[in-house]
């Protein structure tokens, strides 16, 4: 009824279903007013059919609200103008479905009316990104740490576009931060594994890469890098474990096999010694 406050309320008042126990004494009452009112048993029976048909009418043409994503937030966009919320939702839903120009339009909506939330300026940037922006989406991810310094995921993905530019050192930093922020963030983790591997910070590389596979253990990648770069220092054993896990999750992994066999030659050899 409104007395107690929820978190969609931060949205919108009104929900229908916030109603349907409420509105059972009140249907109660009036179905005892009209039955006490109506004489003729004939009467008595059409009354409830008319009733019943016009909100089965009712009903039927709700329910092509919810054919999609795109009508039901388009619909709530109508009644609700104001609603972030569903702006945000329909941008999401279209640069799924690969329709960036309309993304980028609604995300422009999200922005008027969030102005001062980092995600609003992050969105945009991720699509000006997929669309080959790179400079523009690099501006956007600034301007939302600018709102929100150690906003995380604008720190990686600016750590990517920075990379890109052949800034490694910079984007290590950035990770860094990303980390800091998002520390439970295996693809993070293993982004600035693969930047430090490549700048020679192997042991530092093998720290993210550890912890990026006990986070997400099915990571192939990760676990095949983080082999790669055990073998690297001498950790044969490990090494050949990783491998392995990498390919359990997946069999056909041919970097892995490859690594796999020259890890168990090199232990034979050094068995050998």
């Not at 997929?130 to 991810?141: I, R, T």
């Not at 922020?181 to 295996?186: A, E, G, Q, T, Y």
Request: aromatic share 10%; glycine share 4%.
């Amino acid at each position: 009824m409104g007395f107690v406050s929820l978190y969609t309320f931060k949205y919108s008042f009104v929900a229908d279903h916030y109603q349907y126990v409420a509105c059972i004494g009140i249907i109660a009452i009036f179905a005892q007013v009209v039955s006490s009112k109506l004489s003729s048993r004939s009467v008595k029976y059409i009354f409830p059919v008319v009733i019943l048909s016009v909100l089965a009418f009712l009903t039927w043409r709700q329910t092509h609200i919810y054919k999609d994503e795109e009508v039901l937030w388009r619909d709530t966009i109508a009644k609700n103008p104001n609603s972030s919320m569903a702006y945000n939702n329909l941008a999401n839903y279209l640069a799924n479905q690969r329709r960036l120009d309309e993304a980028l339009v609604i995300f422009g909506e999200v922005l008027k009316r969030r102005p001062m939330d980092p995600n609003s300026y992050y969105n945009i940037a991720g699509v000006l990104l997929a669309q080959g922006y790179v400079g523009q989406a690099k501006e956007w991810y600034l301007k939302s740490l600018e709102i929100a310094p150690n906003f995380g995921r604008s720190h990686a993905n600016l750590a990517v576009i920075l990379n890109m530019e052949g800034k490694p050192n910079e984007a290590i930093a950035h990770l860094q931060k990303a980390i800091a922020s998002i520390p439970k963030n295996p693809e993070i983790r293993y982004n600035l594994g693969c930047l430090l591997a490549e700048q020679g910070s192997v042991d530092k590389a093998i720290e993210q890469f550890l912890e990026a596979v006990r986070l997400a253990p099915w990571m192939v990648d990760a676990q095949y890098q983080l082999g790669v770069n055990l073998l690297r220092v001498g950790r044969i054993r490990e090494a050949i474990s990783h491998f392995e896990a990498a390919l359990q999750f997946e069999p056909d992994h041919f970097e892995a096999q490859s690594a796999l066999e020259r890890a168990k030659g090199l232990l034979k050899k050094e068995s050998q010694r």
